[in-house]
């Protein structure tokens, strides 16, 4: 079983693999909030575990109100846990989190019920929650996920996905295949800062991108087919385009102040 002073020799390490902003273990120690809150943790976990309940929330007060970051003694965390930042970080009684995950600031670990029992989200390992994201309720985020800031995800999330969006959505795979710079892309995929990268694909602009794509297609058919008609000495009449609304109101309102 791994010792205590094991255990703080590997969250010190995690926190230089995965901020490059740190310079000595003396700076971790002295002056990373993430750093302490996670020990703080440990120990009022302790408590929890062993029964002296109202000592394990007044440790983990004390924890809060010295980092900025509230983690419930009854949340179980694993190792190598690192968060960077830190402040408005919330994680809940039965929260579950895994080997090598990676919070940031103001991220939530909330639960949608006042019910009794799970109601709080589990973190397989390696899971990356970037800034301001809210993963809410018993759901359960795959081994290698990430969630993008400020998103809100509600529903379960595949081992290896990426979710961006409020709500979440899951990032569409295909959207990488045939395109050389997304497959570079892929090839750097690791640990993303903040959960996203600045070419990761949105799949809200993705969606619109093959509307797009659909309304050319329809176009070029059209054109096709006028030409056909043509080719037959059939006339093709060409609509009127109507007027927007908008342009309308303009064009009367300009009418009106030269008057």
């Known amino acids: 079983m791994i010792s205590l002073i094991d255990r703080i020799k590997e969250d010190i390490a995690c926190v230089f693999e995965r901020d490059p902003a740190a310079q000595s273990v003396l700076e971790v120690i002295t002056a990373y909030p993430g750093f ?3 020990l703080i943790h440990r120990f009022s976990h302790f408590l929890w575990q062993k029964g002296f309940r109202w000592l394990a929330r ?6 809060r109100w010295l980092t900025g970051i509230e983690i419930h003694p009854g949340a179980r965390i694993g190792r190598r846990f ?4 830190g402040m408005g970080v919330v994680i809940g009684e039965t929260a579950v989190i895994g080997d090598d995950c990676t919070l940031y600031h103001g991220v939530t670990l909330g639960g949608t019920s006042w019910k009794k029992g799970k109601r709080h989200p589990t973190l397989q390992d390696g899971v990356v929650i970037g800034a301001g994201a809210k993963v809410l309720g018993p759901i359960e985020i795959g081994q290698g996920a990430r969630v993008g800031s400020n998103s809100v995800v509600l529903k379960p999330v595949p081992p290896g996905a990426t979710v961006v969006g409020i709500p979440g959505h899951l990032i569409d795979p295909s959207v990488k295949k045939g395109n050389a710079e997304r497959e570079a892309m892929a090839y750097r995929m690791g640990f993303d800062p903040y959960g996203a990268k600045a070419d990761m694909p949105d799949p809200v ?6 509307m797009l794509d659909h309304i050319h297609a329809m176009d070029v058919q059209l054109e096709n087919m006028k030409k056909s008609l043509n080719a037959a000495g059939i006339e093709y009449a060409e609509p009127p385009i109507p007027k927007l609304d908008g342009c309308e109101i303009e064009d009367s309102y300009e009418e009106k102040s030269e008057i």
């Open 82 to 85: 690192f968060i960077d930042h």
């Open 36 to 38: 302490h809150a996670v």
């Open 58 to 63: 007044m440790t983990s007060h004390i924890g």
């Open 205 to 210: 602009a993705n969606a619109i991108n093959r």
